[in-house]
């Protein structure tokens, strides 16, 4: 059974940076597909960037791109998410996600993994 687990959320300015740490566990290779996603309040998942466990490949939505960095830490069994040039709009609480295999494409969707989270909470003050 995977499990997933965020930290790292919290309040920060604009133009502030968070960094993001899903740790892992419950598999014994890096075989799967990881990804980050976003919910605002009322408002379904928007999936922001994946990372494929086999090859290391990164994906990014063009919402976060160049913003957004995206990294595994095999000796930790944890992926980050860094988070640079923060805006207000990126408020929301931020879930990562599981699932076996390849990254199947970009941009992927929640319904591409079945292992998520309890989320992590960040807010962008002006």
């Known amino acids: 059974q995977i499990q997933l687990a965020e930290s790292g959320g919290g309040s920060v300015d604009v133009g502030g940076s968070l960094r993001l740490s899903c740790a892992t566990s419950?598999?014994?290779?890096?075989?799967?597909?990881i990804g980050w996603f976003r919910r605002y309040p009322g408002v379904g998942l928007e999936w922001l960037s994946a990372?494929?466990?086999?090859?290391?490949?990164?994906f990014y939505a063009d919402s976060v791109k160049g913003r957004f960095s995206i990294s595994q830490d095999n000796a930790e069994n944890t992926v980050h998410l860094q988070m640079v040039s923060l805006r207000s709009e990126d408020t929301a609480m931020y879930y990562c996600?599981?699932?076996?295999?390849?990254?199947?494409?970009?941009?992927?969707?929640?319904?591409?993994?079945?292992?998520w989270g309890q989320g992590t909470q960040v807010t962008v003050s002006s």
């Open positions: 990372i494929d466990g086999i090859d290391g490949s990164t």
């Open positions: 419950g598999y014994t290779d890096w075989r799967h597909c």
């Open positions: 996600a599981a699932d076996p295999g390849r990254c199947a494409r970009s941009p992927l969707e929640s319904t591409d993994f079945g292992y």
